[in-house]
């Protein structure tokens, strides 16, 4: 996986990877929509999950999302926009749309905003090394501390630090300015450590 903290010539391969990639669809060339779908389907539903915590909804989101990536590839764009096109964030900012439409369509309350919350600590969220078993149990009980987060706080961390994306990418994607992200991705982590040691999860910070 892409280290995010360093970027620089791995991040150029890798969108230099995506643009052909996005051609190959483009030009309909054989096995080029099983690539796409094999590189980005998990790595989307986990974004999808994150923000719906929902198993049937966040796989629906994605295929949706992946019909329509397909249909604006090979019949909307022309080659040199899929060329040109930053296609990881273009694929996530898609399945965050549907994901908000989804939320809407279903009337869900409106969640804590993050403004309201600040910290000055950083940590990781689980232990880095331990058994089988810990690793597990540490997973759950992030998953369990992640589902009582706001949905941009769980949408925030999983971009940060579940995909390792810039916070280019990230600003591409959900449409913020890079220096509100890294204010809002701060207060995320604060929000998740807090749900974690509210669980007991004392290594979390």
């Known amino acids: 996986m892409k280290n995010s903290w360093t970027g620089g010539m791995a991040a150029t391969l890798e969108e ?11 030009r309909c060339e054989p096995g080029a929509l099983e690539r796409l779908i094999d590189r980005f389907e998990g790595a989307l539903y986990g974004y999808a999950y994150g923000i719906l915590q929902n198993t049937f909804d966040a796989q629906e989101v994605v295929q949706d999302a992946m019909l329509r990536a397909h249909r604006a590839l090979t ?3 022309d080659e040199a926009r899929c060329a040109a096109l930053a296609l990881r964030p273009w694929l996530f900012k898609m399945v965050r ?6 939320r809407r369509s279903k009337t869900r309350a409106l ?5 309201s919350f600040d910290d000055d600590r950083l ?25 009582r987060l706001p949905v941009e706080a769980r949408e925030l961390i999983v971009l940060r630090f579940m995909e390792e994306m810039s916070y280019a990418d990230i600003a591409k994607t959900v449409g913020a300015s890079e220096a509100a992200l890294r204010g809002k991705v701060f207060r995320s982590l604060k929000l998740l450590r807090d749900a974690l040691e509210e669980k007991g999860v004392a290594h979390a910070v």
């Open 16 to 26: 230099n990877g995506e643009a052909t990639l996005a051609v190959a669809v483009h």
């Open 111 to 115: 969640e804590q905003p993050l403004a």
């Open 123 to 147: 940590g990781p969220f689980v232990r880095e090394h331990g058994s089988e078993l810990e690793r597990r149990e540490d997973a759950e009980l992030l998953r369990g501390a992640m589902a």
């Open 97 to 102: 749309n549907l994901c908000l439409n989804k």
């Open 75 to 77: 019949r909307q764009y």
